[in-house]
């Protein structure tokens, strides 16, 4: 039987003959050295595999490197170093530690939930480029400024290039990993992408703004973003995280209508951490005294949308907007002078109504707008337990004449922007 376990001092010997014992024995003295993560692959007593993530300083956290995997050659091929590395991974999460980086295959890191690591904004040192890929994976969950340079314990040096990662080691056992039974979960954990997102898990953050147009997704991470990385480009519905003063945030385009936004938003709550979206939208004015230009915080979505069916409720559902986002996004609103309305939206799956007067019905209870998106927004954050909030711009009015020119538009979208953004 093969078991993942911390290494003992009576294992340094068995250690020695398997992997570059020089840099290892170093490192075991220095203060990188977490005994947790210094684990070997023990068969029936023998010690058959090693596996070693050392900690670097990454934008000044405490940070995990794959420093060595090696496995002896009489058991390469048989999946060993795929078990100490998902081993390695369950326990630096269970540490605390939010990223782990490694050079090398990235063919064989990806099988791992690496990506390239940039995408996260960590770079790599200049001594390692010449080894491989760097890639990072994410562990957990955060939200502080982890990204640079990572920079290595001393213990590593520009002379010891060749000893450093066991790139090479990996090479070898990077085919067949059948042979040894992997528990599915680990399996699933591997990557977070769905068939519309192919960001893996880490690369959303916390919160996220929806317009419904993607190329509206791009246009806030290009202007209003710093350092705004893409994490999905399938279907061409572009997502984007960046920095906003200081604090990470995440932009994607959400489509138009409850069964693309139910998609997308669903995703983000449940395959990734996402616990907050804001929907950027626009909306046709209903009542009287609704403006072109006005911003409207939906605080609740009435629908004639067979959405709700799905929860399978003794009766009809209130689809609401998160009461603290409501009253901050008032709070923002008010500060920068700017005039929002709060109250009933309708979120409709019909655009062109065969009886437009229809929508009538829904002013005379007091629904002061029409859109396409908002219910569904609200229904899967309740079935998750996590917050929405929609911010409409009226950009036509259903029973009043007059239409926005494209820069009032752009205007009106920058106001609902900048208020979201204030929320994050
Ligand atoms: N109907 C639905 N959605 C809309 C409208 C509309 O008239 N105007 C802007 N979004």
Redesign the pocket.
């Given at each position: 039987m093969i078991v993942i376990r911390k290494e003992r001092t009576t294992d340094h010997n068995a250690v020695r003959e398997i992997t570059d014992f020089r840099l290892i024995e170093e490192l075991r003295k220095s203060r990188s050295f977490i005994p947790e993560l210094s684990l070997v692959a023990d068969c029936d007593n023998k010690v058959i595999g090693y596996l070693l993530f050392v900690e670097v300083d990454i934008g000044g956290y405490k940070e995990l490197l794959l420093s060595h995997v090696a496995v002896h050659p009489d058991f390469q091929k048989k999946g060993i170093a795929r078990l100490l590395i998902n081993g390695a991974h369950d326990k630096a999460r269970e540490l605390g530690y939010h990223f782990a980086v490694a050079n090398g295959e990235a063919v064989f890191f990806k099988k791992f939930g690496y990506v390239p690591a940039m995408t996260y904004d960590i770079e790599q040192p200049v001594f390692e480029k010449e080894n491989g890929v760097y890639m990072a994976k994410y562990l957990n969950f955060t939200e502080l400024p982890i990204f640079g340079t990572p920079v290595y314990p001393r213990e590593y040096n520009m002379d010891r290039v060749e000893e450093i990662h066991a790139a090479s080691d990996l090479k070898k056992d990077e085919n067949v990993i059948k042979s040894v039974k992997v528990p599915s979960k680990e399996v699933k954990n591997m990557s977070s992408a769905t068939p519309h997102n192919e960001a893996e898990l880490g690369m959303i953050a916390a919160t996220v703004i929806m317009p419904g147009d993607p190329l509206r997704a791009k246009y806030i991470a290009e202007n209003f973003l710093s350092g705004a990385v893409q994490f999905n480009a399938v279907r061409n519905m572009f997502g984007y995280t960046g920095l906003y003063n200081g604090r990470r945030v995440s932009v994607m385009g959400s489509g138009m209508g409850m069964p693309s936004m139910g998609i997308y938003s669903y995703e983000l709550y449940n395959n990734y951490d996402v616990e907050t979206i804001i929907r950027i939208g626009?909306?046709?004015g209903l009542l009287d005294d609704i403006n072109l230009r006005d911003v409207v915080i939906a605080q609740a979505a009435c629908t004639d949308s067979n959405y709700v069916y799905q929860y399978d409720l003794p009766g009809n559902y209130a689809p609401i907007g998160d009461f603290d986002l409501i009253s901050q996004g008032v709070e923002v609103a008010k500060k920068e002078n700017k005039k929002v309305r709060v109250g009933n939206v309708a979120s409709?799956d019909i655009?062109y109504n065969n009886y437009p007067d229809v929508n009538k019905k829904w002013a005379s209870m007091g629904v002061l707008c029409?859109?396409?998106e908002t219910a569904a927004l609200y229904m899967n954050a309740a079935a998750a337990g996590k917050k929405a909030l929609s911010i409409l711009t009226i950009?036509?009015h259903?029973f009043k004449e007059g239409e926005l020119s494209s820069s009032e538009r752009q205007t009106g979208f920058n106001d609902m922007i900048k208020i979201a953004l204030e929320l994050v």
């Open positions: 626009s909306a046709g409709t655009f029409i859109e396409m950009s036509d259903l």
